[in-house]
């Protein structure tokens, strides 16, 4: 009898001894098995833009989400609708939601800088998407060369009026592409307000970029009476807006405005002839960079990037694109040939152009 309770005792404790050894490691996260599987979380990547009122900035999120997720990540969207708290309080959210990179378009490029400083110091990587954040220490700057494409506004307006009252429609003074634009601008009228040709009689940025804003400073130059020759817009939104306070005057299509992003709306305006010109910026080749590059920083790696963009803190890694300028002549060559708008949205109006 004593002998057999020692039996049973053995073969409990061996039963015992198995299960420890079958079960036992895959409570251990690094041993593989169901916990090993849990360690494999798709890296997360936060995308925080500052508003969704330009045909834009959605093209850029679906893009860059498309991208990031190809490459196995998962992106987590914000819009703070330009009110800055909200974006710092989004980009906190991120943070704590364990993000490795957050993608900023900054609802104002300098204010934002608080909730920047929290991502570095928790070890999130930031990249500036589009608009570069000031005084801050960020790891990468993805744009087109904004300089550029406020050279090819003047020179598109030039090409049409040499000579007279010029009015400057700008951007948001809150974004620092607003100054960028219009320094390139600048660059290429400079030379003609000192000779005389040219006197500067608007020259004033648009809170938030909002058309409605821009209509009024044009609306209340004109309703002076006095007179302008061309209107440089920082954008196809103040570009709408600068147009409807022509119309009022009748003088839509009498005074070269110039644009900026290629909107669905201004390219039908330009085929039908009431703005002159706007900026192409091919937003997939911006969205797979900065995918690219989220992808790369939140699995440690930093591409080279070819230029440095100082931010009043730091020289930042940049990785600039080229934007092209569009006209009546060259739509179909560009925008439609590009795919970023079909010929049938393009050219189908005829008198109603829909902004
Ligand atoms: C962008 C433009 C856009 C504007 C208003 C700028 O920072 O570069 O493409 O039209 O913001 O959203």
Do not use: C
């Amino acid at each position: 009898m004593k002998k057999m309770l020692w039996v049973v005792g053995l073969l409990i404790l061996a039963a015992i001894a198995a299960w420890i050894i079958v079960f036992f490691p895959l409570a251990q996260p690094s041993s593989g098995g169901v916990a090993g599987s849990q360690d494999k979380k798709p890296v997360l990547i936060g995308f925080a833009l500052g508003a969704l009122r330009e045909e834009r900035w959605l093209t850029d999120e679906n893009l860059f989400t498309a991208r990031a997720e190809e490459l196995g990540a998962v992106v987590i969207q914000e819009n703070s609708n330009y009110d800055v708290p909200t974006q710092i309080s989004q980009i906190e959210n991120l943070i704590s939601q364990g993000v490795k990179v957050i993608v900023v378009v900054a609802a104002d490029s300098k204010a934002i800088a608080p909730a920047i400083e929290e991502a570095q110091n928790a070890g999130v990587r930031v990249i500036a998407y589009d608009r570069l954040i000031e005084n801050s220490t960020i790891d990468g700057y993805v744009s087109f060369d904004n300089v550029k494409v406020g050279e090819l506004q003047a020179e598109g307006v030039l090409a049409v009026v040499q000579k007279g009252n010029f009015a400057y429609i700008g951007g948001a003074p809150t974004d620092n592409n607003a100054f960028l634009v219009k320094r390139g601008s600048m660059a290429v009228l400079d030379p003609k307000i000192k000779s005389g040709d040219i006197t500067l009689v608007l020259d004033q940025f648009t809170p938030n970029w909002d058309p409605a804003e821009a209509y009024k400073t044009m609306k209340s130059y004109l309703d002076t009476g006095k007179t302008v020759d061309a209107v440089i817009a920082a954008n196809d939104g103040t570009a709408f807006g600068v147009i409807q306070a022509l119309a009022e005057k009748r003088l839509a299509g009498k005074v070269p405005v110039s644009g900026q992003d290629a909107e669905l709306s201004a390219s039908q305006r330009i085929v039908w002839g009431t703005q002159t010109m706007t900026v192409y910026k091919p937003i997939k080749a911006e969205a797979v960079a900065a995918a690219d590059l989220a992808v790369a920083m939140a699995g440690g790696r930093t591409p080279p990037a070819t230029v440095t963009t100082n931010n009043g803190k730091m020289d930042v890694p940049s990785y600039l694109l080229a934007p092209t300028a569009v006209t009546k002549a060259n739509m179909a060559g560009t925008v439609v040939k590009d795919g970023f708008h079909t010929y049938a949205e393009v050219y189908q109006i005829s008198s109603t152009p829909s902004r």
